[in-house]
């Protein structure tokens, strides 16, 4: 799997945008980018994934640079319920049903 | 209604003992998932179960046995207990494909005496 560079930790005031980095410089065509965040004591969640477009959903934003070699994931107003470890990982498209596999992630934290 | 549970949610046993944990998912999956996170807090994949046919073994030791009896679960059964095995394991499943999300459970913190 290619492998993602996430920066150790960050830090966010509540109610401000929380943009969240990772390289990817070795991504292949078939990588799809996907997030996933774990909350204190609690198991992964998925957030949002996306090939090259960006995406948006209820949770979160995803800005993909055009060269796929980076992508931004983007909280809007961070509560203090975002305080999380987030998760970059490429999953390959010809690999169907395989397991994600997880970095150390950056460790979020927001202050009120 | 809970989509991934797993039973017990902490386990505190000693050295040598067997254990299980058990995980059911609700979710109609195909594929389900062991994952154990240590004190470091690094997630690492053991196990993957699709159609109760094991496609996944990352290096892990024979002493943990993944058993399916059903679609719906995924029970990891642990020989010979070492303190190296004390972590918290997190049961996933998902639908097949590159973009189906895994869904996890919260987790059994299990910790060996």
């Known amino acids: 799997d290619a492998k993602t560079t996430q920066p150790n930790s960050m830090e966010s005031n509540e109610e401000e945008p929380v943009h969240l980095p990772c390289n990817h410089s070795?991504?292949?065509?078939?990588?799809?980018i996907h997030w996933y965040r774990q909350l204190p004591s609690q198991g992964p969640e998925y957030v949002i994934h996306?090939?090259?477009s960006n995406v948006n959903n209820r949770m979160a934003s995803l800005a993909i640079a055009e060269d796929r070699k980076s992508s931004t994931l983007i909280l809007h107003r961070a509560t203090l319920r975002d305080a999380a470890v987030y998760y970059c990982i490429l999953r390959d498209k010809n690999q169907a049903g395989t397991a994600l596999i997880f970095g150390k992630g950056t460790t979020l934290s927001v202050s009120s | 209604d809970t989509a991934v549970s797993q039973t017990p949610k902490y386990l505190v046993t000693q050295m040598g003992n067997d254990k299980s944990i058990k995980c059911e998912q609700n979710?109609?999956?195909?594929?389900m998932y062991w994952y154990k996170q240590d004190s470091k807090k690094f997630l690492k994949i053991m196990f993957s179960?699709?159609?109760?046919?094991?496609?996944i073994n990352e290096t892990v030791p024979n002493r943990f046995s993944p058993k399916s009896p059903d679609k719906a679960h995924l029970n990891l059964h642990i020989n010979s207990l070492e303190l190296g095995d004390s972590a918290v394991y997190f049961c996933?499943?998902?639908?097949?494909?590159?973009?189906?999300?895994?869904?996890f459970g919260n987790g059994t913190r299990l910790t060996v005496t």
């Open positions: 996306g090939l090259t």
């Open positions: 179960y699709n159609n109760k046919e094991l496609i």
């Open positions: 996933a499943s998902s639908l097949p494909g590159h973009n189906s999300p895994l869904h």
């Open positions: 070795t991504i292949s065509g078939t990588d799809y």
């Open positions: 979710l109609g999956h195909d594929t």
